[in-house]
């Protein structure tokens, strides 16, 4: 059974930190780019972050660059998320999810070019 499970959310207080770990079964990630999204209430599922199945390249939202860092560990078939100086604005579930390594990190992520599995997501609230 192929399947990707998020896990690491919770609630953070402003300036905060977070690690989210993705975890992969039934299948090895080591053929597949990653991918970060998260949804707000009410708005659109968007693309934080991204890193190719070699790890040589990634891409970052605007919103989190320089805060977030996004990495993986093949060995261990699972991929992890950094979240540094949490703002309010964070707040989302936030999913991951396994994309075709054919095209371009900025690709998958803005346009979810390639992206099939995904996990069942992880709230991240950051609140005072």
């Known amino acids: 059974q192929v399947q990707l499970v998020e896990s690491g959310g919770g609630l953070v207080q402003p300036g905060g930190s977070l690690r989210l770990s993705c975890a992969a079964s039934?299948?090895?990630?080591?053929?597949?780019?990653i991918a970060w999204f998260r949804q707000a209430p009410g708005k659109e599922r968007e693309g934080v972050s991204c890193i190719t199945s070699s790890g040589g390249s990634t891409f970052y939202a605007d919103s989190v660059k320089g805060r977030f860092t996004v990495s993986r560990d093949n060995a261990k078939n699972t991929a992890y998320l950094q979240m540094n100086s949490l703002k309010p604005e964070d707040t989302a579930v936030y999913y991951c999810?396994?994309?075709?390594?054919?095209?371009?990190?900025?690709?998958?992520?803005?346009?979810?070019?390639?992206?099939?599995?995904w996990g069942q997501g992880t709230q991240v609230t950051v609140s005072s």
């Open positions: 039934g299948f090895t990630l080591d053929s597949y780019a």
């Open positions: 999810a396994a994309a075709l390594d054919y095209t371009t990190v900025q690709a998958i992520c803005v346009l979810k070019v390639g992206v099939g599995s």
